[in-house]
C-alpha cells in the first residue's frame, strides 16, 4: 500500500529544489513505488522549461488571489509583511503543483481507484474491473504498470495497449482471477493476454479474461461487442469465447466476433484456422459442434435461435481494424448503431422507413456530416446536429 506520508515529504522536498531551481535526478525520487519509467515522467514534467514556465504563472495567479482575499482577514487579525506572505503562498502553491504532479501520478496508476458517479463501465472512459470490483480509469496515452490487488505487476500499459506477463512469469497463486475491460464509442482498445493471444477490441466492447490462465481446462474468455482475435495455439488448452447464446472454441486461428447486446444476431467471421460452434450450457463435442472455415461467416439469430453460414470477403469485417468503415448490404437502423460507435454521437432517427433501407458503402476518417450526406444522395432525408447528437427528420 502506498505510503502517502512519505510521499507528501517527497513532494515537499521536489517542490523546495523546484524553487531553487536545482536539477532534480531519479535518485532524488527516493521510494519503491516508483519505477524507472515513473520517474522520468515526474523529471519531465517537473523540468520541462514549457511546463515549468506555465506552473510559475498559475502557481502566481493562484498566490496572487490567496494573497488578495487572505490581506481582508489579516487586516484584522494581525498584521503580516507583504512580502513575507507572498513568498508563503509561492511556496504552498509550488508544493500543491508537484504534489499533484507526484501525488496525482503514482496514485492513479498503482491503485485500484473507486470512480465517481458517470465513469462506471459504459461511460466515455477505458474502464477496467479488478477483481476486488473497484473500477480503474484507464487515461488516454498514459503509460505505466498493471497491477493487482496485492500490488504485483501483472502486465505493462502503452497508450491503447495492455500487455499483460506470460503465464510463465507470473508469481500468483495460481488462481484463476479475473480483469474486465470496456472501450467507450469512439475508441478501440488491444490487449495481449498472458497466454500470447492478441485482441482488438471495438468501440461498445468489454471483455472479461483471466490475469493468469490456469495450467487447465479452456482458456475462456467473455465477450460483449466485437473483438478480433489471433489466437496463440494451445493444443492442450482450447481457447472459448463465450458470447451471448454461442461459445466459439479455436485451438490457435484469427477471427471476428460480433456480438453486441442490442444486436439481432452473433456474427463469427474466420480469417485464418478453424474454429467449432456451439450453444451456450452444452459441453463441446466435435460431433455435435458446428466448423467454421476460412472465409466462411456463421450468424446466429438470436430471436428464431437458429444459425446460418455464407462465404464471405473477410476484409468487409475487419476494415475497422484500421479505423475504416464499411457496409455491404446493412440495414440503415444497423448503419446508424455502427455510427454511434464509431463516432461517438447519438442519432435520432424519426423516419421510420429509413431503418429498413438497404446501403452498401465505405468510409475511412470521414466526418459524419460526409457520411449521412453520402447515404442521402441514395435516399434524401434532413437532419440537424446540436453537440454530440443527431436528429434525422421525418
Known sequence: MINFIKITNLAKKLADMVLRGKTIEKKDIEGDHFSDEDKDYVITHLSDPGKVEAR???AKEVAGSKNRDWQKVEAIIRPVPRKRKIRNNWMKAAAVFT???TMGYVYYKNMPVAVAPGTEPGGQQITLRLPDGSIRVLEEDHNGEIRDQDGQTVGTRRGSRIHYRRDSESRGSGEVVYHEIYIPFGKTFQLELSDGTVVNL??????KYPVHFGNT???AVYLD?????????????????RTGDINVQVLGTRFVVNSYKEESRIRTVLVEGSVALYKKGEVYTPEKAAMLAPGQKATWDKTQKDLSFEE????LYTGWLSGKLIFNHVRFGEILRRLERYYDITIINKNKALNDEIFTAGFEGEPI???LNAFGRSYTFEYTIAGQTITIAE
Do not use: C, H, M
Open 217 to 219: 481446462g479452456n482458456r
Open 99 to 101: 504534489g499533484l504532479i
Open 369 to 371: 456530416e460526409n457520411v
Open 56 to 58: 510559475k504563472k498559475l
Open 202 to 207: 471495438n468501440a461498445g466492447s468489454s471483455l
Open 312 to 315: 464471405v470477403d473477410t476484409g
Open 225 to 241: 461487442g466485437e473483438a478480433y482475435f489471433d489466437v496463440r495455439k494451445n493444443p492442450a488448452q482450447p481457447f472459448v469465447v
